[in-house]
């Protein structure tokens, strides 16, 4: 009884979070299984998919934006199916209560993890594609991702400081930024990186630090860009 009564519960969360009811429970159940939990475990599951989501996800922009180009179209799908967003979804779906987690990994907080619901997210979507194919995962992404998906903001935002700074400045007819890497310190396993970042054009420098030098770049122009004159910052 107690068994058929956690079934039913399963259930009809999938039926109200995904709308979707499964002809095949078992396959509800391996992707809600973490590997600490037993052999049937969700990995396969979310290998497909990962590629199952992000086939819908592409082609949601796709209609969604017929005026933007493929960059664009990629920096939002990115957005949408990063690791930090599903496990945003995962949070408010409730999907941690459902995991199936080895002793060890319950006490360590998995339901909670990150990647784990992330994970377990994906592996719902490909058991829900293994039970009745493409329209009814696509069904399942539109409903679960729809409110995100709608509040995107502008793809232009989305690139990263270093981008935009250049596309910028070539916009106007300027040379590109120069970058320049002042110093490394701290030990190897946590190393500070200190870099420049100029714009002789428009007599513009700023600095950046982080743990790597590409990050060091990106913190740097972001600074300077925040200072460029909303003359240059805007379309010419």
Not at 15 to 27: D, I, N, Q, T, V
Not at 52 to 59: D, T
């Amino acid at each position: 009884m107690i068994h058929s009564r956690k079934t039913d519960e399963l259930s009809a969360w999938v039926e109200r979070s995904f709308g979707y009811r499964f002809a095949a429970p078992a396959l509800c159940h391996a992707a809600l299984t973490h590997r600490s939990a037993g052999a049937e475990h969700n990995e396969r599951l979310e290998f497909l998919g990962d590629a199952v989501l992000n086939c819908c996800v592409a082609r949601l922009l796709y209609d969604a934006h017929p005026e933007i180009d493929e960059g664009a179209l990629s920096r939002l799908r990115a957005t949408l199916v990063s690791g930090r967003a599903l496990a945003e979804v995962s949070a408010e779906l409730g999907l941690g209560e459902h995991l199936r987690l080895g002793g060890g990994e319950l006490k360590a907080g998995g339901c909670r993890r990150a990647s784990t619901l992330a994970d377990a997210l994906e592996a719902m979507l490909g058991a829900i594609f293994l039970d009745s194919g493409f329209d009814a995962v696509m069904a399942a992404v539109r409903r679960i991702m729809g409110p995100r998906l709608a509040a995107l903001p502008a793809a232009d935002t989305l690139k990263d400081p270093k981008t935009r700074l250049q596309e910028i400045l070539q916009g106007r007819g300027l040379a590109l930024p120069i970058y320049e890497l002042f110093s490394v310190s701290g030990e190897p396993h946590a190393q500070a990186f200190l870099v420049s970042c100029r714009v002789p054009a428009v007599g513009l420098s700023a600095q950046g630090e982080a743990g790597s030098r590409r990050h060091a770049e990106q913190q740097a122009a972001a600074k300077l860009l925040e200072s460029l004159p909303a003359a240059l910052r805007d379309p010419p």
